[in-house]
Structures are given as structure tokens and as C-alpha cells.
């Protein structure tokens, strides 16, 4: 009995999450910044990938801000898995991801909104020397009252290769010292200015000490030199977790509940002329990072004004946006635009366009996708599932993946065959078939507002209202 709860718990702590774009690795480039055929989750797409990784070398360098980029493409063609794999590249650089739709929800102005989303987009590296004492603990010594009662006293020596010293201990150093567990042996780094301790691990002379160890026992070396040593500590913070911070009162409680509100111009003003002087004087560092806006095509007019402006900033992000519209009505104005952008906006862009993936790249795509949900399917099914996707879309594809892994299993096979790709492709219609079902019905709908085949007479949803 005790060993299948075993097993049940292992199960359980084992599962996982497989999100819409969890296989994406990377933009799959080699050094030369060209791409290959299928590479760290990234199929086909060219073109696209590599003008991706000359921005993402020109961003890693730190030299550029306030460049926009247009990711353009028809629905299903890779844009936002283009910006998830931007982001995995990039690394330690702040990346900021929103949907265009966010700006409009939240209780805060819009451009109150955009500004937070600029601010997030940009770190800032606070660096700052400290004394910290690191060595390998050859003794502890806690001596305490015979009654139980008082502070407790003690010594600790430490040691390197070249000294050994012996410092008297506080019952504040005596409690950090029992929390981290450190024992003879142990080399530890000591925070002078906060007291914090750090167990780096057991001495590779302490290694013959016990029989065995346990996996996570990591052995270093014994430090060399002086105990007590200044090194430089590297922070880093974007300038809307400064904001929040000098904003709130509570200003850290402000960050984990997410309840920011809006701030005040003055205080970023203050904020921005502050770190200019720390970079002036070389104790701070600003990092241009990247925000990702997608469906561009959902802001305003508005909106737009206000990232002409910003993007003029010499503190502004590198912008990607990403639409999937052709000639459309710019949002709160008649007027049409290329991708529902303003011609003077989409003249500040660099255009990356993708195109429809060919049928050899989305089976690829499947394959990848299948190893990912770990679904085993038969080379029949994957023929069959690939020109489902083909003559529907790309995403409706991925859909009938892990429901026709829960056909198969409902029927104990160890793999998806045809006739389950055949079963769920019967249950779940794509965009096609349901537009075709609601042509033929359309009638036994409400508020109808296509013509019925019956006479002129049509139903629409009144609109007086409002």
C-alpha cells in the first residue's frame, strides 16, 4: 500500500503545463545568424527568424532604444511564437509582454498604462561594493546559561589557505548560524553590512568526514587570501519597480499585490534625474529592454500619439508588434491604414512579414508539438492529422492533438491512430464547417442579422439602447 502512494505522489508532483508556445527554445540560428530548418522549436519562417536574430544581437549589445518593430502576418503563421523565441534569446534583459486589448481594461488611463509597460521594459543595474567575510569554519563554539535563560555567547573560527581568526558571536549571528545549519567544515560567506549568511558548501578537505552524502552536498574549494574582502553586488531593478517603491507607502506590497494605481509625473521625474547621476557617477547602469505588444492593431489613436512620443525617449524600450490585419478601419476613426497602424507610426517601424507555412513544416510543427504533450502517434494518423491542418488551419491541428490522445487512451491504444484523428475532427468543427452550419441554420438562431431565405424579412439586435 505504502508503495503506490509513493508512486501516485511522484506522478503528481511530476506534471506540468504545456502552454501554446512551451516548445519554443529559441529562434534556432547558428553563430552566422542564419537559420536552419528546424531548430529549438522553430519550423520554416526563414527569413523572418534571422531579421529576428539581427535584433536580437543589436538589443543583447545595449547600444539601441526607442526602434519599433512590426511582426506582420496572416493569422497562424508563427508572429507571436517569433517574439517568445526573441525573449528566450534575450536572456537577462528585461522583456515585457502585453495585448494591446490590456490598455483598455485596466482602471488607469491608457497612456498611464503604456508608460508602466515602458517603464517595466527597462532595468536599471544598481551596483554597490560591500565587505564580506568568507572562509571554511574550523570550530563553532555557543556557550549557554546552565538555567536556560539569557542570551547565548560564542566564537567562530574561520579560516583560508593563508589565515585563521577567531570573531565573537551575537545571539542575532548564533540564530542565522543554527537556521543555515553550518557546521565544521562548511566554507560560508558572511554579509558584514546585513549579517545575511551564505552556505557556499563543504570543504574538499571535510570530504572523508562522513561515509556518504546526500546528492545536493556540493564540495568547493577553501578560500584563499584575506577573511574579509569587499566585492562588488550587482541589483537589478526596472524603473517601474523604483516607481512603485517611492510612489506607495507600502510600496513593496504595492508590487506583489499589483495594486500600483497610477503615479505621478513628479515622481518619475525625480527618479529618472536620480539614476542619471548614479550613471554619471558609474554606481548604476541603464539596460534598454523589449516590450512585446500584440493585436497593435487594438490600440487607438490615442495610443498611437502617445508612442510617437515615447518612443523618442532616450530611455525608451526597443518595441516589437505584432498584427495579423491587411487594410483596416484605425480603431475610433474612419479612416484605413495598413495593418490598423497610422502612416506616420508604420514609417518608425521595421517590417518583419511572415508568410504560410508550407505543408512539410506543419507536419514538422505537429511532430514538435506531439513530443511535447508526449502523444505518440501512428505515421497514418500524422498524414491524416497534417491534411486536416492544412485544409483547416495550423492551430486547429494542434487542437485535435491531445483530444485525440484522450480518444485513444478511452480506448486503451498505446498510440493515435486514423480513426481517432477521424473521431475528434467529427466532434469538434473548425472555423469552415462552423461557418457552413450556421449559413444552413441560421434561421433557428437569435437576433439573426443575414437575410432569410424565406422573404426580406431580417432580425436584428436592437441598437437604440446606448
Same mark, same amino acid.
Given at each position: ?40 522549436? +522553430? ?31 496572416a493569422?497562424g ?23 494591446? #486589448?490590456?490598455?483598455?481594461?485596466l ?29 571554511e ?12 535563560? @539569557? ?13 585563521e ?9 548564533? @540564530?542565522?548560524?543554527t ?5 565544521? @567544515? ?36 577553501? %578560500? ?7 566585492k ?5 531593478? #526596472? ?15 504595492a ?9 505621478? %509625473? ?75 497602424? %497610422? ?8 517590417i ?29 494518423? +500524422? ?9 483547416? #488551419? ?11 490522445? +484522450?480518444?485513444a ?36 438562431f437569435?437576433?439573426?442579422e443575414?437575410?432569410? #431565405? ?11 439602447? @446606448?
Amino acid at each position: 500500500m505504502e508503495s503506490i502512494i509513493t508512486s501516485q505522489t511522484a506522478d503528481v508532483t511530476k506534471l506540468e503545463r504545456t502552454g501554446a508556445h512551451s516548445h519554443i527554445r529559441g529562434l534556432g540560428l547558428d553563430d552566422k545568424l542564419e537559420s536552419r530548418t528546424a531548430s529549438q522549436g +522553430m519550423v520554416g519562417q526563414v527569413r523572418a527568424r534571422k531579421a529576428a536574430g539581427v535584433i536580437v544581437k543589436v538589443i543583447k549589445q545595449g547600444k539601441i532604444s526607442g526602434r519599433a518593430i512590426l511582426i506582420a502576418g496572416a493569422p497562424g503563421t508563427g508572429k507571436t511564437a517569433i517574439a517568445m523565441a526573441m525573449s528566450q534569446e534575450i536572456g537577462d534583459v528585461p522583456f515585457t509582454s502585453i495585448a494591446a #486589448s490590456e490598455v483598455f481594461s485596466l482602471e488607469m488611463s491608457k497612456t498611464e498604462c503604456l508608460t508602466q509597460a515602458f517603464r517595466r521594459s527597462i532595468g536599471v543595474c544598481i551596483k554597490e561594493e560591500t565587505e564580506i567575510i568568507e572562509g571554511e569554519v574550523v570550530e563553532i563554539q555557543i556557550d549557554r546559561s546552565l538555567t536556560g535563560v @539569557g542570551p547565548k555567547t560564542g566564537k567562530l573560527t574561520l579560516k583560508t589557505t593563508d589565515m585563521e581568526t577567531i570573531y565573537d558571536l551575537g545571539q542575532k549571528m548564533i @540564530g542565522s548560524l543554527t537556521k543555515e545549519k553550518v557546521m565544521a @567544515g562548511d566554507v560560508i560567506q558572511i554579509d558584514k553590512a546585513t549579517g545575511r549568511i551564505t552556505r557556499l558548501g563543504r570543504s574538499f578537505t571535510r570530504a572523508r568526514d562522513f561515509d556518504a552524502t546526500g546528492p545536493d552536498v556540493k564540495f568547493v574549494q577553501c %578560500p584563499d587570501g584575506e577573511l574579509q574582502t569587499r566585492k562588488e553586488v550587482v541589483h537589478t531593478v #526596472s524603473l517601474h519597480e523604483i516607481d512603485v517603491i517611492n510612489s506607495r507607502q507600502q510600496g513593496f506590497l504595492a508590487l506583489f499585490s499589483g495594486d500600483t494605481g497610477e503615479i505621478k %509625473p513628479e515622481v518619475r521625474d525625480q527618479i529618472n534625474q536620480k539614476i542619471a547621476e548614479w550613471c554619471e557617477e558609474g554606481k548604476a547602469e541603464i539596460v534598454p529592454g523589449v516590450l512585446f505588444i500584440d493585436e497593435i492593431h487594438m490600440l487607438d489613436m490615442e495610443c498611437f500619439s502617445f508612442l510617437n512620443r515615447a518612443l523618442e525617449d532616450s530611455m525608451a524600450p526597443v518595441v516589437i508588434m505584432a498584427s495579423n490585419r491587411g487594410m483596416t478601419r484605425i480603431r475610433g476613426t474612419n479612416y484605413q491604414s495598413p495593418h490598423g497602424v %497610422p502612416i506616420d507610426f508604420l514609417d518608425r517601424l521595421l517590417i518583419i512579414s511572415t508568410q504560410a507555412y508550407s505543408e512539410d513544416e506543419i507536419k514538422q510543427i505537429l511532430k514538435i508539438r506531439c513530443d511535447e504533450e508526449e502523444v505518440e502517434m501512428t505515421d497514418d494518423a +500524422m498524414d491524416v492529422l497534417t491534411k486536416a491542418a492544412v485544409e483547416t #488551419s495550423l492551430r486547429y491541428g494542434i487542437h485535435l492533438i491531445s483530444t485525440s490522445h +484522450m480518444v485513444a487512451r478511452k480506448r486503451q491504444a498505446p498510440k493515435v491512430d486514423v480513426v481517432d484523428i477521424k473521431r475528434v475532427y467529427s466532434l469538434f468543427l473548425d472555423e469552415s464547417r462552423s461557418v457552413q452550419y450556421m449559413t444552413e441554420y441560421q434561421d433557428e438562431f437569435l437576433f439573426n442579422e443575414i437575410q432569410s #431565405s424565406h422573404g426580406d424579412e431580417r432580425m436584428a439586435v436592437d441598437q437604440t439602447t @446606448g
